[in-house]
């Protein structure tokens, strides 16, 4: 199950931190063994030694991001300068995006991308990343933000197929493209599957995010106050002190926590919370793997993962009241930690490596 043999160009928006994406990104890699690693941002240290390990070329905006925290700021220029690189000589190109990476001009080499998302920023999560509370940041975005939407559009007729990360993401790629998608899930970790189930729940429920407007952390505060319950919030980002402002006593902010331990932390809470809409969610498999139901807002990719009334529960729209009423309604159901593992483990990396590959080598005329 590999493209052991081709030369094979991956394209990866850009290489800060392992998240989500950055796992997908391993996986790949694992598929093409030999494939170079095309990325805008390298900052060496900051990925897995999987990643570490290739050789990786970077976009000539490298040399203007001499910090982590530069790079968003030059937005703008992503779209020209992914456009700098010559595959002539490669028999495919894969492009993980989120972003731009998706938009590279391959010259006729076939092109597959695994998309992440369509740019959230400049389609329908535009007010959730440039809200009219900072109407400067507000305008300077929607300066960009016309001109990003037509190269979107305009580059994503280059790429030969689409794979999306979720049904959802299906969704909004034939919406804003007008392609349709594979949908092939991304996977839990094995560390998580292979975890010791806890025996007991502690009175706590948990969020695990980064702390950013669109992830709706504040409406989980507003209903664990008014369920009178514990909030446990793992995860860092700018939106942290306005957060705990809001939470008063009601919530517990941990910051940064290492897998092995977080693994421990959501296996003993009496539930996950989603009040936001994502992608796809892993979080919520990390939870399933541990035996811990899911509540989550019924809508986007966390409705491919979690069953309702097996492995979790949903709720109705932007409602801390609604929430609150499904945090309760979730203690009062006995969960059974194995077969919320079970579910879990149908997502798993191997799963993904088999339903990709051939995808890849369908493209390359295998």
């Known amino acids: 199950m590999s ?39 390298h900052f060496e240290g900051t990925v897995s030694p999987a990643i570490e390990g290739r050789r990786v070329v ?13 790079y968003r700021r030059l937005l703008p220029l992503f779209p020209r300068a992914v456009t700098e690189w010559d595959f002539a000589g490669y028999e495919i190109v894969v492009s993980s995006s989120h972003c731009v990476a998706k938009g590279v001009e391959t010259s006729g080499v076939p092109h597959v991308s695994y998309c992440h998302t369509p740019m959230r920023y400049v389609w329908d999560r535009f007010d959730d990343y440039f809200p009219p509370s900072r109407p400067l940041v507000r305008f ?10 037509e190269w979107d559009v305009r580059t994503s007729r280059g790429v030969g197929r689409f794979v999306a990360n979720s049904t959802f993401v299906r969704e909004r790629i034939c919406r804003f493209y007008g392609s349709d998608a594979k949908v092939v899930h991304p996977f839990v970790d094995e560390s998580y599957l292979s975890a010791p189930l806890e025996e007991e729940r502690e009175a706590y429920h948990l969020v695990v995010s980064a702390l950013v407007p669109y992830k709706k952390v504040e409406v989980a505060i507003d209903a664990a106050r008014l369920a009178g319950r514990r909030l446990v919030v793992v995860g860092s980002g700018p939106h942290r002190e306005t957060l705990e402002a809001r939470a008063g006593g009601c919530a517990e902010f941990l910051g940064f926590v290492p897998d092995n331990e977080l693994a421990r932390i959501v296996g003993r ?31 986007g990719g966390v409705l491919d993962s979690v069953v309702e009334g097996r492995t979790g529960l949903f709720f109705e729209g932007e409602d801390p009241a609604a929430l609150a009423t499904a945090m309760l309604a979730c203690e009062g159901r006995s969960w059974d930690r194995a ?28």
């Open 3 to 41: 493209l052991d043999g081709l030369r094979v160009a991956v394209v990866h928006d850009w290489l800060t931190g392992m998240r989500g994406g950055e796992k997908v990104l391993e996986a790949i890699l694992e598929i093409a063994p030999q494939a170079d690693l095309y990325t805008l941002f």
């Open 58 to 70: 970077v976009s000539s905006l490298q040399s203007a991001a001499t910090r982590v925290s530069d």
């Open 140 to 149: 300077a975005a929607s300066v960009t933000a016309g001109f990003l939407r």
């Open 269 to 299: 809470a009496r539930s996950l919370l989603y009040p936001g809409v994502e992608d796809f969610g892993i979080t919520a498999l990390e939870a399933m793997a541990c035996g811990t139901p899911v509540v989550a807002r019924r809508e």
């Open 339 to 366: 077969e919320l593992r079970a579910h879990a483990s149908a997502f798993s990396r191997d799963a993904f490596r088999r339903k990709l590959t051939p995808i890849l080598e369908e493209a390359v005329g295998r």
